[in-house]
């Protein structure tokens, strides 16, 4: 039985005097019910964002105390099982998103979850996709809300957040202080109008200290790659940190040396957007495990 936290127990901001709903055992399975970025406010069309209470968006459900965590460790959270509710919402908001420019009509679309589809306007069936929104660890010191991303984690809006996958933050206080929430049933990367198919859930997880200290973080691994994470004003301040948060893993952790891993990079990486909407802008970097194997390297 896995340790429950209900999703009544959120918090809207990142911050070290938090108070953990749970304090579990690393590697012990804990279960986080979330709520939807709206926390449950839009149910159907008539509900416009001109009457949203903005004080509860973007809530995240705990925040977890992880025993013996400490500042500086590097956290794994294994995502064992993402699951998502039975209808998802979605807004436009005139002045907001990478169409804000444009979009003079405020509208609300519900989206029913229908297997592994959800459905579009009744009509266009999008495969199902669940990924987690918001998911960190509180920030050595100030206050972060739960809308923006950054080194800590937060708003990053990374497909890669997605069941089968692992997460790495550094931790900031003692007890790492994990949450997550703003589930997605699908997102493409960019998230053009600010949303997803926004969505209640659980996570179904498992935390961790590992001899990794120094990771460049947020970092995820797939079984496939693995990827940096980072947030900036800009694409390209984002963009420039993440090459060199990749490069310096890939000298680092794997020892290739400097020029290889640049080549590498340049034959085999891919920089990704996560989203080009929120307060600062994140970009992911994916480079292939198979090639990091191939110098002995191997992340556990
Ligand atoms: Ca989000
Ligand atoms: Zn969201």
């Known amino acids: 039985m896995a340790t429950k936290v209900t999703r009544d127990r ?46 509860h968006v973007n809530p995240a ?21 993402v699951k998502v509710g039975q209808q998802a919402s979605m807004v436009t908001i005139p002045g907001e998103g990478a169409l804000g420019d444009v979009i003079t009509r405020m509208e609300t679309a519900i989206l029913k979850v229908e297997g592994d589809h959800i459905l579009f306007k009744d009509r266009i069936r999008i495969p199902k996709k669940p990924m987690i929104g918001v998911i960190g660890v509180a920030p050595e010191s100030g206050s972060v809300p739960n809308g923006t991303p950054g080194p ?18 550094t931790v900031g206080v003692e007890g790492a202080l994990f949450g997550a929430g703003d589930f997605h049933a699908a997102m493409g990367d960019g998230e053009i109008v600010v949303c997803g198919a926004e969505i209640s859930g659980e996570l179904h997880f498992k935390a ?20 940096t994470i980072y947030s900036a004003p800009t694409i390209d301040e984002a963009s420039n940190g993440v090459i060199h948060h990749m490069a310096q893993f890939l000298t680092d952790f794997a020892k290739i040396p400097l020029n290889d891993a640049g080549m590498l990079m340049s034959l085999v990486g891919q920089l990704k957007f996560c989203q080009v909407v929120d307060p600062l ?5 994916e480079f292939p495990k198979w090639v990091l194997a191939e110098y002995g390297f191997k992340m556990r």
């Open 10 to 55: 959120l918090f809207f901001a990142f911050e070290p005097k938090l108070d953990p709903a749970v304090s579990v055992r690393q590697g012990e399975a804990v279960l986080l019910e979330t709520h939807d970025c709206f926390e449950g406010q839009i149910q159907k069309p008539q509900d416009l964002v001109d009457k949203l209470d903005w004080n």
């Open 61 to 81: 459900t705990g925040p977890v105390y992880i025993e013996g965590a400490k500042p500086g460790d590097v956290l794994r959270v294994d995502l064992l099982e």
């Open 152 to 169: 800590h984690g937060g708003n990053l809006d990374c497909t890669l957040m997605c069941e089968g996958n692992s997460a790495y933050f």
């Open 208 to 227: 961790q200290v590992v001899d990794l200290k120094g990771l460049p973080t947020p970092f995820v691994e797939t079984p496939e790659v693995v990827a």
């Open 281 to 285: 802008k994140t970009v992911r970097f």
